[in-house]
């Protein structure tokens, strides 16, 4: 029997792509999405956690300043610092930022708008537990939905994350003034990973190329080599 | 007349010797407070409600129909969808990021309070000229304003129409249509059920916004109106999705006896209009009332129009409940009232009544005006321009280039971009279609929903104007090959008390209950928005429809456009009448003697979804759309709009009148693109169906090329570069509004 990993899906009383990452989740076999309540304090048997989209708190503030100091978050970085997968999706990736999780701050658009639009995009870094199916250089379409997307940080920590290889993701063409084209950024040890595309949006597709489920089903592939590699230790 | 009565509420004097004579007395001041909201435009249809008897809201599928917040109409064996569509025109011209956005939120109540869970949302928005730095401002601000709410609260703003004409400079249209999913056996209704209730208030507190909202959209403006900003509402999302979800879950749980939002005339209708469907009383403590301001009067509490708030009527076992449900989801809630057995409406603040009056009087005995009618005289325009049918004098690449410059011809995507149109991935059909498709994850089907609000046709002629738009709808929804199952509108007009602007509305009324009644379209919900007038000058006719129309299959769907090369491209459809009245062209050239405005081929269209379907199942089709705004060639121009290079060449047969061909948007035709090897099987479909067909090109990469012969049978030639004619489409709206600083 094919081992059922449990993945959180942490909801602040603003998330809205809560229901779409569920169900995204779901499409793939071996994942079995849960929900984590935002005053949530333990992380019981959870294999990784996902910070889906929204307005976590209204954002009428900074975008994610508030829910990075609820008492759900002192469990993801605990969760994040045992190297376990995190993943923070748009909204998500803004709170992980905000709370220190990953570095940089997202600003809001050169354009000063909300933008909803396909963006092509280029996987750079393939070893993180998100994007384990991909080859570098992989071409992708995902759609953003963002005002505060625009990634930052200052030159010398720039320098630093190039470095180390911990840009996730590109944009072909810049839409929102962020540094570097950045859209997805991993952390130094590479288990917890930011992006402002919607990868749950393109889980399943009419007309396009379903791109979003890789990440996931990457995910899924990680966590059977992780389970396969804790059990041959055993043995 | 004497100074005492003048009403402090701007009741027409008439009107409150009425009032008098109803109460045998004068009103006091929360009295009168309470009849200027219900008596008013907004509240009371008083001039409309006579004209809407003549729409039928009946139907096999129909589940709710006005009345309630919302229609509901059944769309799948256990589902139904709950819609409607309501202006925040007045609002938004004083405060456009707070108008727009309550406009947004207070349709969203309409439908979660029905117990259905918004998945879409859609806008009609009409403008002035974006040359005036104003306008720009009010558009750009009423877009982010709209954004910043469906964006937050996650439902999917997926599509939409936009217009700019100089006559809506000082009277702005903004429509908003919502709709939700809600299973059958869950529906709730603004009826309560004969029992005892109690008055549970949920949701935001109440501050002085808005007060008298409902009393200013049911007014002109006039210049001395400087400054209304104390009656525009504020709007809050984040509060929104939280009441939405405690609503939802109230529901869910059978909670609540009968729901209301509290909209337009906010604590004192949703009260008075629920007790009044029972035959019931009410009676509200004001000192219950959850306040933001604690000096606020008690006929300020009644009128406020603060956002985010519904009122619930409930068994009292079941209080409890739902206060812990509020409290858990973060939102204020306490109960404020009760049903009582005497039809009265009784406000108290502790102890002290401030107001006792019986229902009826509310409601029932409101006014209710035929006004007078007469027909608009046409006053002839300046013979300044030419026919358009003269021969030669226009040149069609000219005209067509004119038509996309303008941004009522050009791309909407710099609208578009700013909506979130997929949270909640249901979106299957999104902004840049003609439709908004919603999937409903149950039976494979879909809803679509086309929007029509194009007023030129109804300023040629507003019967046949009327009749056009619902016609449009149906064609939209045939491209998709979807089956109209219901519609909502939203009636904008100038000031009723004119003779002319009356006349207008009882014939687009009639031609959209005539349209409607003729296709068997149900009309489930509906809203009017009169005194949409500035300093004596009402704005044309615009009655904006929203059809839904439901797709079996959702597998089926095929998208407006395509980045195929090398695909035939035909039109089916009616074709006997393409006259120009009241299309685009028309708008540009504004001729002194224009075409009638088209005759509809009821027939036809009716056979235009079914022939649709069997295409559509046959899986022949790569791209289809309706022939919309702009006619053939801008239509042409979006089909092929799926890569930046893909033109058409087309060859014609001998065209009597060229214009006519290239530009008419008589409704009830469809653009279709397919593999040439499915031509037989489409065109011998058509033949079934006694539909007109006829291939007339194919795609082509880099090229723009269409070939006819004029009227002498001499050969004509249109040539183009498809890449230049995308640019001018794409830059015509984003060009204006990004060029500021």
Same mark, same amino acid.
């Given at each position: /029997? ?43 048997? !959870? ?25 759900? &978050? ?135 190329? %379903? ?11 990680? !966590? ?12 | 007349? *004497? ?8 009741? %027409?004097?008439?009107? /409150? ?45 129909? !589940? &709710? ?30 405060? %456009? ?16 309070? /029905? ?72 529906? &709730? ?12 208030? !949920? ?12 009393? /200013? ?31 939802? *879950? ?148 000219? $005209? ?66 009327? &009749? ?8 939209? $929804? ?119 405005? %088209? ?37 042409? $121009? ?13 060859? $014609? ?89």
């Amino acid at each position: /029997m094919t081992p059922r990993h449990h993945v959180g899906i942490i909801r602040f009383p603003g998330t809205n792509c809560d229901l779409d990452t569920w169900e995204a989740i779901s499409l793939v076999p071996g994942l079995v999405p849960v929900w984590v309540s935002h005053k949530e304090k333990s992380a019981g048997d !959870l294999a990784a956690i996902i910070l889906p989209g929204g307005f976590s708190y209204g954002d009428y503030f900074r975008t994610g300043a508030i829910a990075a100091r609820s008492p759900v &978050m002192d469990l993801v970085g605990d969760f994040a610092q045992k190297g376990h997968p995190v993943l923070g999706i748009c909204n998500g990736f803004q709170i992980l930022a905000e709370a220190g999780i990953l570095p940089g701050t997202l600003l809001p658009n050169s354009k000063r708008t909300f933008l909803c639009q396909e963006e092509s995009l280029v996987i750079e870094n393939c070893r993180t537990p998100f994007t384990t199916l991909f080859d570098p250089g992989t071409p992708v379409t995902l759609p953003i939905a963002h005002q505060e997307g625009r990634f930052f940080i200052d030159p010398d920590r720039l320098q630093d994350i190039e470095k180390k290889g911990q840009v996730l993701l590109r944009y072909l063409s810049n839409p929102n003034g962020s540094l570097r084209e950045i859209a997805g950024l991993t952390n130094v040890t590479g288990n917890v990973v930011g992006l402002m595309p919607h990868p749950e949006r393109r889980a399943s597709s009419l007309f396009g190329r %379903p791109d979003g489920l890789l990440f996931f089903q990457s995910l899924a592939l990680y !966590l059977e080599r992780q389970s396969l590699r804790t059990l041959s230790e055993a043995h | 007349m *004497t100074a005492d009565t003048v009403s402090r509420f701007k009741i %027409p004097a008439h009107e /409150m010797e009425r009032i008098r004579s109803l109460l045998g007395r004068d009103p006091n001041l929360t009295e009168e407070a309470v009849f200027s909201a219900l008596w008013s435009e907004h509240c009371s249809y008083k001039s409309s409600r006579i004209h809407l008897r003549k729409f039928s809201s009946k139907g096999p599928r129909v !589940l &709710m129909g006005p009345g309630e917040n919302a229609g509901v109409v059944r769309v799948t064996s256990r589902t139904g969808i709950a819609f409607k569509m309501e202006s925040h025109n007045h609002p938004s011209y004083i405060e %456009p990021f707070q108008g727009a956005a309550t406009g947004v939120g207070g349709i969203l109540r309409d439908i979660f309070a /029905m117990g259905a869970r918004p998945v879409a949302l859609t806008n009609s928005l009409v403008f002035g000229s974006l040359r005036q730095p104003r306008q720009l401002t009010l558009f750009r601000r009423v877009v982010a304003g709209i954004a910043a709410y469906g964006n937050s609260i996650g439902v999917p703003t997926m599509g939409g129409e936009v217009w700019f004409d100089e006559r809506y400079a000082k009277n702005i249209l903004v429509n908003a249509f919502a709709l939700g999913l809600v299973a059958e056996d869950g529906i &709730m209704s603004a009826i309560p059920p004969p029992k005892p209730l109690l008055a549970v208030y !949920l949701g935001n507190k109440t501050g002085r916004d808005g007060v008298s909202g409902a009393a /200013m959209a049911s007014r002109s403006f006039t210049d001395g109106d400087t400054d209304l900003r104390p009656q525009v509402q504020v709007a809050d999302p984040f509060v929104g999705k939280k009441v939405m979800e405690a609503t939802l *879950t109230i529901i869910r749980h059978g909670l609540a006896g009968a729901i209301q939002d509290m909209g337009a005339a906010g604590l004192t209708s949703s009260s008075v209009e629920m007790a009044a469907k029972a035959g019931l009383g009410i009676e509200i403590d004001v000192d219950k009332v959850p306040l933001r301001d604690f000096s606020m009067e008690p006929w300020e509490i009644l009128l406020s129009e603060s956002q985010e708030r519904m009122l619930l009527l409930v068994e009292e076992p079941r209080v409890e409940r739902i206060l812990n449900i509020a409290s858990e989801s973060q939102v204020s809630a306490a109960v404020v009232g009760r049903i009582i057995s005497d039809p009265i409406f009784r406000v108290r603040k502790g102890e002290t009544v401030f107001a006792e009056v019986p229902v009826p009087y509310l409601t029932d005995h409101a006014p209710l005006y035929d006004r007078p009618a007469r027909a608009r005289v046409h006053a002839p325009s300046p013979s300044a321009h030419h026919s358009p049918s003269e021969a030669g004098r226009h040149s069609i690449v000219e $005209l067509f280039h004119r038509l996309l410059d303008h941004p009522n011809g050009g791309s909407a995507e710099w609208i578009s971009r700013q909506f979130d149109f997929e949270v909640g991935t249901r979106t299957l059909l999104s902004p840049g279609h003609d439709v908004a498709v919603v999937d409903l994850r149950e039976e494979e089907h879909a809803v679509a929903i086309s929007m029509a609000g194009f007023s030129h046709p109804l300023t040629r002629d507003p019967g046949r104007g009327a &009749m056009l738009l619902v016609a449009k709808c149906v064609t939209d $929804l045939a491209a998709v090959g979807a089956w109209p199952v219901g519609l909502t509108d939203c009636l904008n007009f100038g000031n009723p008390e004119r003779p002319e602007t009356m006349s207008d509305f009882v014939l687009a009324v009639s031609g959209i209950a005539d349209a409607t009644k003729r296709l068997g379209i149900p009309v489930v919900s509906g809203n009017v928005s009169f005194y949409n007038e500035t300093d004596g000058i009402s704005i044309p006719p615009t009655p904006i429809l929203a059809t839904c129309g439901l797709l079996s299959d959702r597998r089926r769907l095929v998208p407006g456009r395509t980045f195929r090369a090398g695909l035939s491209l035909a039109l089916a459809g009616a074709s006997h009448d393409l006259s120009l009245g009241g299309s685009y062209l028309d708008w540009i050239l504004d001729e002194p003697e224009p075409d009638p405005v %088209p005759q509809v081929d009821w027939e036809t269209l009716a056979r235009l979804q079914p022939f649709m379907n069997v295409v559509l199942a046959g899986r022949t089709l790569c791209a289809s759309r309706a022939i919309g705004r702009g006619g053939l060639l801008r239509s042409l $121009l979006q089909i092929v709009s799926g890569g930046t290079t893909l033109g058409v060449a087309l060859s $014609l047969p001998r065209l009597d009148n060229p214009l006519q061909t290239f530009f008419s948007e008589a409704p009830g035709r469809i653009l279709l693109a397919f593999e040439p090897e499915h031509a037989r099987f489409i065109e011998q479909s058509a033949l079934e169906f006694g539909i007109p067909f006829r291939t007339i090109g194919i795609t082509v990469p880099h090229l723009w090329n269409i070939r006819y012969q004029d009227r002498d049978g001499r050969s004509k030639e249109l040539s183009d570069s498809p890449e230049q004619l995308k640019r001018r489409y794409s830059a015509s709206l984003a060009g204006q509004m990004e060029e500021l600083p």
